[in-house]
Nanobody, 125 residues
Framework: QVQLVESGGGLVQAGGSLRLSCAAS????????MGWFRQAPGKEREFVAA????????NYADSVKGRFTVSRDNAKNTVFLQMNSLKPEDTAAYYC??????????????????WGQGTQVTVSS
């Protein structure tokens, strides 16, 4: 059974940094694209970043380019999201997701098959 568990969220001041982790089990991790999405209260879940199975390709939402970096350690079945220069508008629940079907770094929710439970990130001004 596939399981994705996020960690690393918390409260940080604007301009600060956080590093999110997502540990996967029950899956041949290195074969699949992993994505990060976020959802703020009252808003739709939106794409943040994605990384291909071997880490050679990445994709970012325009709103986080230059501030966030997605990476993975396939030996540890873990994907990371390094978030720097955080802004209050980055406040959201952050979710990792696994794409078992496409061979691209997709930015669409429907491309992802499994989801974690989320970790809350709150950025104070």
């Amino acid at each position: 059974q596939v399981q994705l568990v996020e960690s690393g969220g918390g409260l940080v001041q604007a301009g600060g940094s956080l590093r999110l982790s997502c540990a996967a089990s029950g899956v041949t991790f290195s074969m699949y694209t992993m994505g990060w999405f976020r959802q703020a209260p009252g808003k739709e879940r939106e794409f943040v970043a994605a990384i291909s199975g071997r880490g050679r390709s990445t994709n970012y939402a325009d709103s986080v380019k230059g501030r966030f970096t997605v990476s993975r350690d396939n030996a540890k079945n873990t994907v990371f999201l390094q978030m720097n220069s955080l802004k209050p508008e980055d406040t959201a629940a952050y979710y990792c997701a696994a794409d078992f079907r496409s061979n691209r770094v997709a930015d669409t929710r429907s491309d992802y098959d499994y989801w974690g439970q989320g970790t809350q990130v709150t950025v104070s001004s």
